[in-house]
């Protein structure tokens, strides 16, 4: 059903702002409702258009702010993927370009700070269902890497992760790391698919465990350098990806 009235095709390479606003504030409302999954791929621009009875040239216009906040990323082959399902925040970042080692990497630099206080706070405050999403989210990183599903893979970690910032019961930390997620997923893509070498998901798996039993004992300066190392040796793994003779320094 159309949701915008579609005007003449005369008049279409004229579309006003407003009416950008109007699409891109449908296609935001959409993508933040749950009507959509993170990772997954919206409809040709075509079906879209014709569903809100707009041009296409209006609906590339939303798109490209869609895209500015983060929301959406176009798949080569395959169209417009969502990479956020919140309301884009004030501070707007871009995730990494695929292949984009070096960008993956400051990106990862970014968790260090955030991730190793929050395993900190997280070993002081965690509740029996903190405990119980982590041992969840664990289980199911385990079972992803048997079957060699990156996908779950993925969205385990996430779940982890995430379970991790709800346990220091700072509001602040769990919307940064919504906000967050959005740049963590590539590079956990990145980092499970650029490798033959299925050692690097159980090495990962193993440090998500030793993290899990440090905050599970409420042992927060023990939690604060398991996160550390973490962080670490994700960078050294992705480092390792780099073209032989490229050097970033520590």
Known sequence: ???????????????????????TEILINEITSGQYRLGEILPPEQVIAERLGVSRTALR????RLKADGLVESKQGRGLAI???????????????????EQIISIVELRRGFEIEAASLAALRRTDSDIDAMRGALVDMADAIETDNVVAGVEADMRFHRAVAEATRNEHYIEFF??????????????????????????????HQLLFDAIERGDPELARQLARNHIENTVSRLLDRMPNGVKRDS
């Open 83 to 101: 990479t956020a399902v919140a309301r884009p925040s004030v501070l707007r970042m871009h995730a990494a370009e695929d292949g984009d080692i």
């Open 61 to 64: 216009e939303a798109v490209s």
């Open 178 to 207: 919504s906000f967050l997620s959005q740049l963590l997923v590539r590079n956990l893509e990145v980092s499970r698919t650029r490798s033959a070498n299925a050692r690097r998901g159980t090495d990962a798996q193993r440090e």
């Open 1 to 23: 059903m159309a949701l915008l009235k579609r005007r003449p095709e005369s008049d279409r390479r004229s579309e006003p702002v407003s009416l950008t606003d109007r699409i």
